[in-house]
């Protein structure tokens, strides 16, 4: 009993070691919204993984890899806001109780947007992502992080969203 007890827990050890040993190689991920930019074939609002490597930045689609950008060729990281009131939500609420929808009518909505720039020799691009306002915090430090370039709000630069 007390040998089938061993192998039990020698097993589970060894588990849980491949299992941490594989999350610490897979780079960390975030799903991301296409905005537009320079990547061909791409539409604006198709859904994309992007993965952080330390070496490359990569976004997916559908488990197929659209583009990887070396992280030395990233020349810029810049972030911005779109802030627009929920006016259609609130008209659709007004028709069944018009105290919900006016609440509904001053309350407003964020999109955090993020964009990458880069030339790799030759090759020059850039292009801007959606990121879920629970991940856009995350997606910035590990750009900033790999990268070493602080990001740039596009606020401050006076740019009109």
């Not at 040998?3 to 050890?13: E, G, H, P, Y």
């Not at 604006?44 to 030395?72: T, Y």
Request: with cysteine.
């Amino acid at each position: 009993m007390l040998r089938s007890q061993r192998s039990i827990a020698t097993l589970a050890c060894v588990l849980i070691v491949s299992v941490a040993a594989r999350a610490e190689k897979e780079a960390p991920s975030y799903k991301v919204i296409y905005d537009g930019g320079s990547l061909p074939e791409q539409k604006a609002g198709s859904g994309m993984k992007l993965f952080i490597d330390p070496k490359v930045i990569r976004l997916a689609r559908d488990k197929s890899e659209v583009i990887a950008i070396p992280v030395s060729s990233i020349t810029e990281i810049s972030y911005g806001q779109d802030v627009h009131r929920r006016v259609g939500t609130a008209i659709g609420l007004a028709v069944v109780s018009l105290g919900i929808g006016a609440l509904m009518a001053l309350s407003k909505s964020k999109k955090h947007f993020i964009g990458l720039t880069w030339a790799n020799g030759d090759q020059k691009g850039g292009f801007a992502m959606q990121c879920d306002k629970n991940d856009y915090r995350g997606v910035l430090a590990g750009l900033e992080g790999v990268t070493g370039k602080k990001a740039v709000d596009s606020a401050t630069l006076g740019v009109k969203n």
